[in-house]
């Protein structure tokens, strides 16, 4: 359950509204910041659908923006304790905090050439993904072309955003669904 | 005269690129984010033309959204000493620093009135602007429609990262100039 009810979601002020909602897209504060034109929101769908509108409706180098936005999965700033709160709990949940030294390193060398290749870092759903999800995903994904890797880059952080609203914004079952 | 050479900025890498220019656009992070897939730039005016393209390229709001990012001139953000070093130093270069309690509750009275108005708070070049100019400036646009306001705004933003960019870069008299 989260922590703002419907009422307050659909009442609250600009203020409020960016402080409590500004890093549901990592680092990307301008996503609710421009949503906000399409208020009021009645429920977290209603409010997760205007993000991923925005999102869409970007130049391209704006959705790559988005990604580049994002950190390393294991990497350096999460090594140095510098991830944002939301994305040290979802590292934490796909069990990254329990990866070996040989998967980090695989991951990493992964990392660098998926990001050398397309120039943008591999982003993907930790929530949903545990640690061996992960490495196979990024093993598959660094294969693809780049648009396509743009696509599910970005498909991923929409699913990203949707569980930070459902921390958020209280909820019942049936929207609990993506 | 800036930190970074020419040669620095058209070879350096993406940490470094965000970590320098993040906050060129206020709290907007994807604006440099974006155009990272534009390097290499060669000096200032390629960099600050590729913020300028991407800012046109949004949706309109997406633009909005650069517009409430900004804090309010000396309004309760600034009070609580809790701008970003650019801002406080640019609205200490236009003087709010030295407002009268009268002069500082017009500006506030008149800024809440605007982004009533507008949904978006006043945002002008402080460092082209000194704390008369700031209360002419709002007084009279305060009266404009919402898009004049929204172009107004915007060209304000191009200004204020402008001026950003030459603290930030190596550069010559004649890039100097607007």
């Known amino acids: 359950m989260g922590v703002v009810t419907k009422e307050q979601l659909s009442g609250m002020g600009y203020e409020d509204f960016i402080k409590i909602f500004g890093n549901v897209i990592e680092h990307c504060a301008l996503c609710s910041a421009a949503v906000w034109a399409k208020r009021p929101f009645n429920d977290l769908k209603q409010l997760h659908s205007a993000i991923c509108t925005f999102i869409d409706d970007l130049p391209k180098i704006g959705r790559e923006g988005i990604l580049r936005l994002h950190p390393d999965l294991a990497g350096r700033i999460a090594e140095m304790g510098k991830l944002t709160s939301e994305s040290s709990k979802e590292q934490l949940s796909a069990g990254l905090n329990e990866i070996t030294n040989k998967e980090k390193s695989i991951l990493q060398s992964l990392n660098d050439r998926y990001k050398s290749k397309f120039g943008f870092p591999f982003v993907i759903c930790a929530r949903e993904n545990k640690k061996q999800a992960i490495l ?34 209280e909820h019942c079952e049936e929207e609990a669904r993506l």
């Not at 598959?140 to 498909?155: F, H, M, P, S, Y």
């Open 136 to 169: 196979s995903g990024i093993k598959a994904r660094v294969e693809n072309d780049k648009d396509v890797e743009l696509a599910t880059g970005i498909a991923e952080v929409k699913k990203i955003a949707f569980y930070r609203l459902l921390d958020i914004i």
